[in-house]
């Protein structure tokens, strides 16, 4: 099958780069770059929206600098449209809105045009057909955190009947994790934490403990946990005391230490395919920060507003122009 196209494809694009590294504010530039070629098996999407994760100013300061290619754009949640397709692509046609996050692995060789960037490219199996009832902002800040915390859950073994803690309940993959714990894996009970003023959110989201870390110790409940899914990074120490004997620890962020494990994200569009139910029901859905969406100028602000980790749920770029 001939690869389609779409004649009025430009051919460079404003892109957001950094050529070095260090903090955002010093090294993110908005900048103009080739228009990113596709091969085979991929698609070139014109940009709608993108999510900013974690791992992107963690690239920016080297955090995978072995894989890194400088200069590179950030960025790997999208939504948008496809506009055109490689000649090994079935599954997606020009114009066919889609979401995913383009990079398969998340700290191995990641895209050189990320997805901050007015057009993108992906492999299609990587994407999904964006579900019909979000919008593309609420569609970007899906893939690459309900992915982790899918493949968190599934990766731990954890079934219906089981117990959850989850540390950081309001962020990104959290607020994931609770749904999903709740609607896909059929949890017993669900306990998260969070700062006094998202502990509502926590409840709304399905917690049936929600806990203030800022007045609490979630290592001094009387009550113990199957799973303890670790969203912000806490002293092992304190972890492992919340589970039950044979309980296991899921580390979402670095440090690994046993009994805990650390889960990196595969991204799938088979993934986002299986979800699909879920979030178009309503079951499942993306929480957005107050502040979202950051316009695309304003890439370093939105960056450094993660960086504070006083986020909730996902921050995202739009509209891309």
Known sequence: MAAASVPTLPSHIKAWVYSEYGKSSNVLKLTTVPLPQIKADQVLIKVEAAAVNPIDYRRLIGYITETDTLPTTPGYDVAGVVTKVGSQVTKFKVGDEVYGDINEHSMIYPKVVGSFAEYTTAEEKVLAHKPSNLSFVEAAAV???????????????????????????????????????????????????????????????????????????????????????????????????????????????????????????????????????????????????????????????????????????????????
Do not use: M
């Open 143 to 321: 893939p690459l955190s309900i992915e982790t915390a899918y493949g968190g859950l599934e990766q731990a073994g954890f079934t219906a009947g089981q117990s959850i803690l989850v540390l950081g309940g309001a962020g990104g993959v959290g607020t994931f994790v609770i749904q999903l714990a709740k609607h896909v894996f059929g949890a017993s009970k669900i306990a998260a934490t969070s700062s006094t003023r998202k502990l509502e959110l926590l409840r709304n989201l399905g917690a049936d403990l929600a806990i203030d870390y800022t007045k609490e110790k979630f290592e001094e409940l009387p009550e113990k946990f199957d799973l303890v899914c670790d969203c912000v990074g806490e002293e092992p120490d304190r972890t492992f005391k919340a589970i039950k004997e044979g309980g296991k620890v899921l580390q979402i962020v670095p440090p690994e230490t046993p009994p805990g494990f650390l889960h990196i994200v595969h991204s799938k569009g088979s993934t986002l395919e299986k979800l699909r139910p879920y979030l178009e029901s309503g079951q499942v859905k993306p929480v957005l920060d107050p502040k979202t969406p950051f316009p695309f100028s304003q890439a370093v602000e939105a960056v450094t507003y993660l960086e504070t980790k006083r986020a909730t749920g996902k921050v995202v770029l739009h509209p891309i122009p």
